[in-house]
């Protein structure tokens, strides 16, 4: 949902007509009649990593849980998206403070390689092939139906396509109604034509979410619905069941049209680094087609991309500490020849041997970061209504299909700069070299699994975030803001000198901690309070997640690939530490529809604090949340908003379910947690 706070009315009118100017409408063919239906007690969309630690809990409890994905692997971020590199902290690892379905994830990569980091990459602890993180996870999924007593319904290669959605309450506009069933579309390759993941996302997309048959897939088409409900219990039900958005980009989201935000937030007292006073949707974080590459014995014969010219001006190794070859090969290396041999402490001096395999994720490099209304790749709400795709039936995806196909093009430029390149568009001449001992690795076999090389589908880092229901504190919608768990220093002039008196007042109430009641009563001035040292507190958490607030912003201009261009000024402002915080259930819970949850980066958290809430543990952490709300909303014929609809009074179902969660070994807080603790500087 867009804001018009702090934004005139003609600035928002003119963005407005130029982001409808470039998008051409969406023409979707009727609807045909489903082919098939399915039951559900449990219906997940989106099969990474949030959305498979959904499954797992809701399998553990015993549920019929349905995914469907639009990819044929599980695991999302491990998997079809290639960035198969565990991103932690050093503090929660060396705890091993994770949910119970993560750590059987890092036991059972150590147990299929015999060590936990096959790839022996310096980034991570663990770095691995993509391809086996979706079998060992798919195999997790499995075992975890068996255990529980539930029933798991995988559909790859399957999109949503519609909702029915009950109609409004019209006196009460935050909640009341219902997905009641959900129609989806699932492609396989059409008889006499090439395998799936032959071609790249940008050429199957748009086909992969039309009804009718083409000359490159099948499509069968299937109706999601609640099992039928148990008459033999005469208490009211909740819901009969529940669907949860886990997709890389908040794609029910942006289907349901709940409320939600796009990119950069306006700058305010709870978004004080904001790189804008007025919010920006189309300024989103870069996402990556990742790609492996092999180090050979031979020199190979590397043909220049028809389009290297176009994005040569973009790839850089950024920093001249950073410009080595061998640093950003074992960056992300999936797989070393010589596991035992000792590493040198120096990334710069790591040996390549031929055999070697790295998976490429480097900022400017593959990574892709539009930032206008003219090549966005998440549509905001004024594009999809602009292009039609809020129209039943016309939905798409959300995504502009033209810049998924110029991420593709600037991923395998990439490769070709890192074997053949010799100018880099930061450092100049004379930095970058060729290393013409590398191949691109593509074929169905190889760790991608693609016929093209590319991942199946790109790393994504931001999408569609909801804006949660209304609260005592967040009248507007319950959001996690940056100063619920940045540790930022905001003493720094800038924040004095971009807020006004008043605002900057409600900034130090908001991070005072005990010392903020002081503040609030006037006993006490702004330069004498002292800001708390840990993340915000939340009374309904049910996850937990840590990492530093970390960015890659959009670019200043359009193309982002335009000589000269630079990241969009003060987009990193943000950019540091955080502490380690929590999941609370009101982000997990859009506004209007009482029977979704919201699993992953698009719980209800700004932009700024999305570039925490991110990574692959705390995917897991979110979706073992969503899972066990749902089971647990469905034994007790509760609606999840009714959990923490009297915050900040006692919740005795929240207390209960808070108890369920942390009996299954599913973390709500740190340890140690508590308004008195001050120690949280030492967590890294």
């Known amino acids: ?114 060590r936990l980091n096959p790839g022996g990459c310096w980034v991570s602890y663990s770095c691995f092939m993509p391809y086996d993180g979706h079998k060992i996870l798919f195999g997790i999924l499995q075992d975890a139906a068996k255990k529980g007593n539930g029933k798991l319904k995988w559909f790859p290669n399957t999109v949503i396509k519609e909702l029915a959605i009950t109609p409004a309450v019209a006196e009460n506009a935050v909640g009341g109604q219902q997905i009641k069933s959900a129609i989806a ?121 028809s389009f290297y010219q176009q994005y040569a001006p973009y790839y850089s190794y950024e920093l001249a500490r950073l410009a080595s070859f061998p640093l950003v090969f074992s960056y992300r290396q999936i797989k070393t020849m010589r596991p035992d041999e000792p590493r040198p402490s120096d990334p710069k001096k790591f040996p390549i041997y031929p055999g070697d395999i790295s998976m490429q994720n480097w900022t400017w490099g593959n990574d892709y970061r539009p930032g206008s209304a003219e090549d966005n790749l998440i549509y905001s709400r004024a594009q999809l209504e602009a292009n039609g795709q809020l129209q039943p039936g016309a939905w798409m995806g959300g995504l502009r299909t033209e810049t998924l196909r110029r ?32 191949r691109f690795l593509s074929g169905l076999d190889t760790p991608m699994g693609t016929v093209h090389g590319l991942s199946k589908y790109p790393y994504m880092r931001e999408g569609r975030r909801i804006i949660g229901r209304p609260t005592l504190t967040q009248p507007q919608g319950f959001t996690v803001w940056e100063v619920d768990m940045s540790r930022t220093d905001f003493r720094a002039d800038f924040y004095r000198e971009n807020l006004s008196k008043e605002e900057y007042r409600d900034l130090w109430l908001a991070v005072g901690g005990l010392n903020a009641p002081a503040l609030a009563v006037g006993s006490q ?52 530490q955080a502490y380690p915080f929590q999941i609370p259930l009101r982000a997990m819970i859009p506004q209007k529809i009482d029977n979704m949850l919201v699993a992953g980066k698009s719980i209800a958290t700004s932009h700024t604090a999305a570039a925490a809430y991110r990574v692959h543990s705390f995917e897991w952490s979110a979706g073992a949340a969503a899972g066990i709300t749902a089971a647990f909303s469905l034994q007790n014929r509760i609606l999840p908003y009714e959990l923490v609809d009297e915050l900040p009074a006692r919740e005795p179902n929240l207390e209960a379910l808070q108890l369920r969660l942390q009996q299954n070994h599913n973390p709500i807080a740190f340890p140690g947690t508590s308004i008195f603790n001050s120690s949280w500087q030492n967590w890294k």
């Open 525 to 576: 001035t702004v330069e004498e309070t002292k800001s708390r040292s840990r993340a915000r507190i939340y009374p309904d958490s049910v996850g937990i997640g840590h990492y530093a607030i970390d960015f890659h912003p959009c670019m200043t201009n359009s193309p982002p690939e335009a000589p000269g261009n630079t990241e969009r000024e003060g987009t990193r402002k943000g950019q540091g």
């Open 407 to 438: 991420g593709e093009e600037n991923a395998k430029g990439f490769f070709y700069w890192l074997v053949a390149g010799t100018t880099d568009s930061q450092l100049g001449n004379g930095v970058k070299k060729p290393y013409p001992n590398n």
């Open 1 to 114: 949902m867009f804001s018009l706070k702090g934004r005139s009315l003609v600035t928002f009118t003119l963005s407005l007509i130029t982001s409808i100017s470039v998008i051409t409408p969406t023409f979707a063919a009727p609807t045909r009649n489903p082919d098939k239906e399915e039951t559900c007690d449990i219906l997940v969309a989106g099969g990474g990593l949030a959305g498979a630690a959904t499954a797992y809990e809701g399998l553990l409890a015993g549920r019929t849980v349905c995914i469907t994905e639009i990819t044929d692997w599980v695991g999302g971020q491990i998997s079809s998206q290639g960035t198969s590199a565990l991103d932690e902290r050093d503090t929660q690892r060396s705890l091993l403070f994770y949910p119970r379905g993560y750590l059987e994830l890092r036991r059972r990569i150590k147990e299929h390689y015999g």
């Open 185 to 305: 579309i699932q492609h396989k390759p059409a008889p006499n034509t090439p395998p799936i993941n032959t071609e790249t996302l940008s050429k199957t997309i748009e086909d992969a979410y039309r009804y009718e048959n083409s000359a490159r897939f099948n499509k069968t088409i299937i109706r999601f619905i609640p099992k039928p409900p148990n008459q033999s219990n005469s208490k009211p039900r909740g819901a009969d069941w529940y669907v949860v958005d886990a997709t890389e980009t908040g794609e029910l989201i942006g289907l349901a049209d709940v409320p939600y935000r796009l990119g950069i937030d306006p700058r305010s007292p709870l978004e004080p680094s904001s790189a804008s006073p007025e919010g920006d949707p189309y300024c989103t974080q870069g996402f990556t087609y990742t790609f492996a590459m092999e180090a050979t014995k031979e020199p190979q014969q590397h043909q220049i991309p």
